[in-house]
């Protein structure tokens, strides 16, 4: 078969981008997220060894409940972030939202593989925080560029801490899963500031007691199922 001569004006198809691109790629993306299939693009924080001897069973069971709430709180992250992104207008805003949620998928997939060292797994109900968290970031981003940057910056503002409660409570020996704790409640700080120089204002206190109820809810229930 004769390859086709340069003057011949041929020109390889391409795909026009269509209305619903934009949602086959949102799908996509959760569906990677909830199969876990997203991989880390940086190296895994959990470096120090097993402990000797090694955890004892309710040591190991407490530590894979914090770890398995930690990866809904990376599940929930994503499609906030996703879902604010999508409803935003702006740019700027939409870049740092979506380098935020790239940033969460190292979390996602350092807690995923942390629970697999403990014998663990996620929790079964993350399709449904998946679903609820990305229609609530797409309504926060309704309210406005700066409510939407306040409302990452209180997000990241009660991750960071959930997480240093998460160190108070994990066993001293279990220093793996520490360093990744340390590591991640670290990349919140940063997101917590960047969405402030952005922009972003404090949100109304009722919205910030909302927030942490629906955290407790969210905590409580990942920690078992």
Known sequence: MSAVPPSSGFVPFS??????????AEIDRALRVLSGAAASARPYPAQAPEPVPPLSD???RHAAGLMRVNHVGE?????????????????????????????????LAWCARRLDELGSRPSL???LWYAGSFALGALASRA????????????????EAHLDGHLRSLPDTDQR???????????EAQHRASAEQAGGVPLPAPVRGAMRAMSRVMTSTAYWI
């Open 58 to 60: 309710p040591q190991k």
């Open 15 to 24: 795909r026009r981008r269509g209305p619903l691109d934009p949602l086959f």
């Open 75 to 107: 599940v929930c992250a994503q499609a906030l972030y996703r879902g604010q992104a999508a409803a935003c207008r702006e740019a700027p805003v939409r870049e740092l939202l979506h380098r935020a949620a790239a940033e969460e998928v190292d979390h």
């Open 144 to 159: 406005g560029t700066a409510r939407n940057l306040g409302f990452m910056a209180e997000t990241e503002r009660q991750v």
């Open 177 to 187: 899963s520490r360093q990744i704790v340390h590591k991640m409640k670290d990349d």
């Open 125 to 127: 109900l993350n399709p």
